[in-house]
């Protein structure tokens, strides 16, 4: 398959390019719901609106009323979400939750799909328990109790859990901490009765919370999966979380150099266009090189995981790390080039550095996939 | 099976064949290369095998026109072929400036003498080519270039020095820019088809900081170019004094070829094998260079999907034409930095000039050839102001 999208793609990038420009732009939807301190931090209306395209069942399957399309697919949203800084859930609900669910059974596909499909519902995931992404450590325990489990632990980081109406919650159901066997996955509903959640917003203005679970009681049917089979699951899970947020680094990286490699051309100081300055022009284009090979590696991996590729998993953490250095590059040259006017609130590029961090951070940061390519190439 | 199964099927079995078993390893040093011409002898009956066998094929230019010396393969069929070599590790079975840059040139520019000439040469490796763009006082400003062609009618009288030659000493033809109109700046260029046994013409080699000297200093002194070489075949390309538009569209081939962008081990992930080879010095590898490689690595395997999505979109016409650029920018900065790590997990056995062990000296001298990746065929400055006015569209002369 070439390196660039077909027909359909193509059509479906200027559908979400669109959409996300009139309806996802940051001055209705990111600094709206933020100036309103929203407690979700982002518009159900939009959500709702996304549903109509047919954004939110983009991974699910026809048969579930999806659109049943691939990575690809849900990468040229993500990254037109990420141009826009269009606060979301459509990469835990739409990404990361519709991957969990499709390993699910057929009972919890009718139950959920159809709420995520219709832009009625939203999921969270909650895997990570300490401030960096270490999901081969897993602490929070599910025992087993009549014919269900008894969860108990706590999770960190978990984006949009306090709006969720379900999160996908990784627990250990036998060995030891750091073992990568034993693992479940389970669909908690918002209700359970046991679930607490101390939300904080995020330098983004995105809300995460801090999730307890007290001895939450949950049926056996909450399992995704099977019972001590879910690091797989949660594996692919993972893996589609990492491209999508690659994904949306990827728009990111791009919203901040468009903004700026403008600017260079509409500013003038020392009676010139600033962007005449050969200083200025090579880092530019130094950033541009570097946009289009994280865009290239995305791709690249989208499609290598649509096919079921070997080389996925490893591909997956290349293209998460090379994102997170070119978006990280990308807001920091951007802040630099407005010069003062960019540490203001008023101009857009500083939400550009803000939202980078939070999504950088997300299911790990370029150190832990570079170590990562590192371990798996053998060394 | 589709066509394109059943190319790759044949196209594996030919291999099998016809491609001896000397001729599956990675290229060592220069001696492992065959550049054709009419010095050209090979280094063993592999060589010449593998070489031969290719001409036949039309496989020394798979892409290029049969009555040229080409298989006339598609797009998707050379693909096809760069694959099936790299599967079993084939080396090219000649290597030329004439395939990487004149020929290209030639099929956009060319007459059709020129083509039946001097594409089918290049192709049976008859005919060795340099590079005369060069001179002592224009190197990034190549458009500043002084080496002057008078008009006298039949011929030309070629009067300059080029320099950075590479391989000229070796070279049967030269094509060069030379100046044809002083008062045209870029419109006053004409694009020169010279034969290096021509009177006048002279070499001297610059020896490299790696210790080899594969370039030269190239003298002409009143040379008498012929305007036309036989029916149909001018001794310039395009139009006289147009030249400046075949320079640039070789450029384009050449910066393409320099940045890797075709594949090749430049864009591998090296981690791994820094590892295995620390180990076998009994070192292991210090944590912070480690983490260095992993970062490495994760551009280089980044750049590699660039490369990819480059010769897709560039085949499909769909690339930017300036991306080329971008390429060799990117290509060879990270190709430099690849070279240092090497240097580093190494130690001090890659310190080595001469040993048996290190094969003379080779990673030290690789690592400094790599130092020319970024200046020759156009510096990675001159690369930056490129993409930024033609590709961001930024502003100022
Ligand atoms: C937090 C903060 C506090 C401040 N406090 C004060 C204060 O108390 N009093 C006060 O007077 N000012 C203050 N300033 C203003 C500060 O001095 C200016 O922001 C600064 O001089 C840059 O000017 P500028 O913002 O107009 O950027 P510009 O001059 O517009 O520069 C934009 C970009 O172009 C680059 N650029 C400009 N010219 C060139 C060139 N010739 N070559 C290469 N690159 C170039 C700049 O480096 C920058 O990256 C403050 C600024 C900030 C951010
Ligand atoms: C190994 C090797 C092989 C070569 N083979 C050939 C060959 O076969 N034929 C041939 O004709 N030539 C060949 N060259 C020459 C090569 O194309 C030139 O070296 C190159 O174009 C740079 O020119 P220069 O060396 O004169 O450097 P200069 O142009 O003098 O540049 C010096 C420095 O100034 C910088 N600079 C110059 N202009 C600008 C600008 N506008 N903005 C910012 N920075 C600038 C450059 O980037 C560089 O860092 C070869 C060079 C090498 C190293």
């Known amino acids: 398959m070439p390196l660039y999208h077909d027909e359909d793609q193509a059509m479906l990038a200027d559908t979400a390019s669109s959409f996300m420009a009139e309806e996802g732009n940051i001055q209705k939807q990111l600094r709206h719901w933020r100036d309103r301190d929203c407690k979700d931090g982002f518009g159900h209306g939009l959500w709702k609106q996304m549903a109509e395209l047919g954004f939110t069942g983009i991974l699910v399957e026809e048969d579930q009323g999806g659109l049943g399309m691939g990575y690809v697919e849900a990468g040229i949203v993500l990254e037109e979400i990420g141009r826009n800084l269009t606060p979301s859930p459509f990469l835990t609900s739409s990404v990361l939750a519709a991957t969990a669910l499709s390993h699910g059974s057929h009972d919890m596909k009718a139950r959920y799909l159809p709420g995520l499909v219709a832009g009625d519902s939203v999921f969270a995931v909650a895997v990570d328990e300490t401030a960096k992404h270490r999901p081969e450590r897993i602490t929070t325990r599910a025992e087993k109790s009549g014919n269900g489990f008894l969860l108990t632990g706590s999770k960190s980081f978990v984006v949009y859990g306090g709006s969720a109406d379900m999160i996908v919650v990784a627990a250990r159901t036998s060995g030891s901490d750091n073992e990568a066997e034993g693992i479940t996955l389970f669909a908690v509903p918002k209700d359970a009765k046991g679930m607490s959640h101390d939300a904080v917003r995020l330098v983004d203005s995105s809300m995460a919370t801090y999730t307890k679970f007290d001895g939450v009681e949950l049926d056996g049917d909450a399992v995704i999966g099977e019972v001590d089979g879910g690091r797989e699951v949660l594996d692919a899970m993972l893996r589609a979380g990492r491209i999508g947020a690659a994904a949306e680094g990827v728009g990111v990286a791009r919203g901040a150099m468009d903004r700026t490699v403008d600017y260079l051309k509409q500013r003038k100081q020392f009676g010139k266009l600033i962007g005449e300055f050969q200083a200025l022009q090579h880092r530019a284009a130094h950033l541009y090189s570097e946009v289009e090979i994280a865009r290239a590696v995305t791709i690249k991996t989208q499609q290598l995981l649509d096919a079921g590729a070997e080389s996925a998993d490893m591909m997956t953490s290349v293209a998460k790390a090379k994102v997170a250095k070119t978006a990280r590059l990308a807001v920091q040259e951007g802040v630099q080039m407005h010069g003062g006017i960019g540490m203001t609130d008023e101009y857009d590029i500083g939400l550009f550095m803000k939202r980078d961090r939070a999504l950088a951070e997300f299911l790990g940061d370029s150190y832990y996939h570079a170590n990562r390519v590192a371990e798996m190439s053998g060394y | 099976m589709s066509d394109l199964e059943q190319f790759r099927m044949e196209t594996r079995k030919w291999l099998e064949a016809n491609c001896p078993a000397e001729m599956r390893e990675p290229v060592r040093d220069e001696e492992d290369v065959y550049w054709g011409g009419r010095n050209a002898s090979f280094k063993n009956d592999a060589q010449k095998a593998w070489f031969e066998a290719c001409v036949e094929k039309g496989y020394t230019v798979p892409a290029w026109p049969k009555e040229y010396g080409g298989a006339g393969l598609s797009a998707p069929e050379a693909k096809v072929l760069r694959e099936e070599m790299a599967r079993i590790d084939a080396r090219p079975p000649l290597s030329s400036f004439g395939i990487w840059m004149l020929g290209p040139a030639l099929l956009h520019f060319g007459t059709e003498g020129q083509k039946q000439r001097f594409l089918n040469e290049i192709a049976h490796g008859e005919i060795r080519w340099c590079q005369g763009y060069s001179e002592p006082g ?134 791994a094998a820094m590892k295995r080879h620390a180990a076998k010095t009994g070192d292991d590898l210090d944590p912070v260079l480690r983490a260095e490689l992993a970062m490495f690595d994760v551009d280089a395997l980044a ?74 065929g156009g510096t990675s400055e001159v690369m930056l102001n490129v993409v930024s006015k033609r590709i961001l569209e930024l502003p100022g002369g």
């Open chain 2, 138 to 271: 224009s190197g990034s400003d190549l458009v500043s270039l002084q080496t002057y062609g008078e008009d006298k009618g039949d011929h030309w009288v070629v009067n300059g020095q080029k320099v950075w030659t590479s391989y000229a000493d070796q070279a049967d033809w030269i094509f060069c820019l030379v100046r044809t109109d002083k008062a045209n700046k870029y419109q006053g260029i004409t694009f020169m088809l010279i034969d290096m046994a021509t009177k006048g013409v002279s070499t001297k080699p610059i020896k490299l900081i790696s210790g080899n000297s594969p370039f030269c200093e190239t003298f002409l002194e009143d040379v008498a170019v012929p305007k036309s070489y036989g029916e149909d075949i001018p001794a310039q390309v395009g139009e006289v004094n147009r030249g400046w538009d075949v320079a640039k569209y070789l450029l384009g081939h050449e910066r393409e070829m320099i940045s890797g962008a075709g594949g090749g081990d430049r864009t591998a992930a090296i981690g």
């Open chain 2, 303 to 376: 750049y590699s999907a660039m490369g990819e999505k480059f010769l897709d979109e560039a085949k499909a016409g769909r690339a930017h034409p300036a991306q080329p650029n971008m390429m060799k920018y990117a290509g060879t900065e990270l190709n430099k930095r690849r070279h240092e790590l090497m240097m580093a997990a190494g130690g001090s056995r890659s310190l080595e000039w001469e040993s048996e062990d290190t094969g003379g000296g080779k990673p030290a001298r690789s690592w400094l050839r790599t130092k020319a990746n970024s200046i020759e």
